[in-house]
Every structure is written in C-alpha cells, then in structure tokens.
C-alpha cells in the first residue's frame, strides 16, 4: 500500500530564515506530486505539482519554490522567509487515471513564522 | 476568482438525520469532482469522486449527486455520525489542467450534534 511522509510536523521560524520542507511517497512508481497550502480559515490553494523528476508547475508566484531531486521526493524551499508564509503545508500524490485524479495528502506541517 | 465555491462555511446536524453539503462550480472544464474530509492538524481524506459522466455515485453512508447544467454539486450523508464532524472539502479537475491540478472550494464545517 501507499504511504506519504511529511516533516517536520511543527515548525516555528525567525522571519527571514530558510526553510526546507521534505515530503516522500512510499509505494508507488512515478506519482504526480504536490504542495499545498492551507491559510488560517481558507481552503488549499497549491502551489507546486511535478509529473516527474526535474518538473516543477508552479501555481502562483511566490516567496517559496520546489524541487524533485527524487522519483518519490518532493522539497518545499524558501530562502527568506515572511510572515505571510505561515500556515499549514500539505503534500500530496495521485497517478492519473482516465478521468480520475484522486490525490491522496501527507499529514501536513504546520509553520508559523515570527 | 473562484472556480469552486462552498457557500456554506458551517452546517449543524442532529445525530442520525441527513447532512447535506453544497458546493457550486463555475469552469465548464472541470469534469471530475472529488470530496475530502478534513479534521483539524490532519491532511484530507479522499472521501468519493464522480465524474461528469455520472449524475450520483454512492459509496456506503456517501452520496454525491452532480447536476451538470446548474454546476452544482452535493455531498449527502446518512445517517450523520458524531464522527462525521469535520471540515468537508468539495475539488474539480479537467481539461484545462491536463487533469492534473485539483482546485479546492474554501471547505465546509460540518458539527453533528449527538
């Protein structure tokens, strides 16, 4: 079966600081891979989504950027971090499928940056 | 501009009645919807998905009902558990997103009351 993996669960940073967020998927071969972000009382908006190594979608521009260095890794990066970055992060994977394209997320990392 | 919209923040329901979640869609794209539920500090659960060939799809206590002409889709459950208590999220994806991207109405509260 498949498993996703983020972390850390909670993190809090100075504004200003770098930022690394790791997700990982266990299970399956060559997934489409996604960021998401959840602000305080709002839906999810993505951000990123790749369809292979090396390809990286990006939805809006922003302070943060994504790398696939990996078939099952997908990296969450900002060099300096706002206070506008805080909320809670979400990584997810699907594999198309005809029509469908249930997507299947991580247990999210929580950011607050101060 | 929001593609998908969930009118409703917040929905109470007794135990054992029926709960019914709406969510409005306005990108003729889209023809796959999905929905997830969500507790708090958790990633979302896929819950059930219908593609825009279908007008309902049941699955156990869930069904999903899509009326293509009004866009407009919705969630019943029944009979509503306390359990069910949680933020439900209404996706779409199509065409124009190489049915790759999801895009998330801002979610639904729903508190079954025991």
């Known amino acids: 079966s498949q498993t996703i993996h983020q972390w850390p669960a909670t993190l809090v940073q100075p504004v200003g600081s770098p930022l690394s967020l790791e997700c990982t998927v266990e299970?399956?071969?060559?997934?489409?891979l996604y960021w998401y972000r959840q602000a305080a009382g709002r839906g999810l908006q993505l951000l990123f989504y790749s369809v292979g190594i090396g390809q990286i979608s990006s939805e809006v521009p922003q302070n943060l950027s994504a790398s696939r260095p990996q078939d099952r890794q997908f990296i969450l990066s900002s060099k300096k971090l706002l206070l506008s970055d805080s909320g809670f992060y979400l990584c997810?994977?699907?594999?198309?499928?005809?029509?469908?394209?249930?997507?299947?997320f991580g247990p999210g990392t929580r950011l607050t940056v101060l | 501009d929001q593609q998908v919209k969930q009118n409703s923040p917040s929905l109470s329901v007794q135990e054992g009645r029926i709960s019914i979640l709406n969510c409005d869609y306005t990108?003729?794209?889209?023809?796959?919807f999905l929905w997830y539920k969500k507790y708090p500090a958790e990633g979302p659960t896929f819950l059930i998905s219908?593609?825009?060939?279908?007008d309902k799809n049941e699955d156990g206590r869930f069904t999903v009902f899509l009326n293509k002409s009004a866009k407009h889709l919705s969630l019943h459950i029944v009979p509503s558990q306390p359990g069910d208590s949680a933020v439900y999220f209404c996706?779409?994806?199509?065409?124009?997103?190489?049915?790759?991207?999801?895009?998330f109405g801002s979610g639904t509260r729903l508190q079954v009351q025991p």
């Open positions: 996706a779409a994806s199509g065409l124009d997103t190489g049915r790759r991207a999801l895009t």
């Open positions: 997810a994977w699907s594999v198309l499928q005809g029509l469908g394209n249930e997507q299947f």
């Open positions: 990108n003729s794209m889209f023809d796959y």
């Open positions: 299970g399956t071969s060559n997934p489409n």
């Open positions: 219908i593609s825009s060939i279908k």
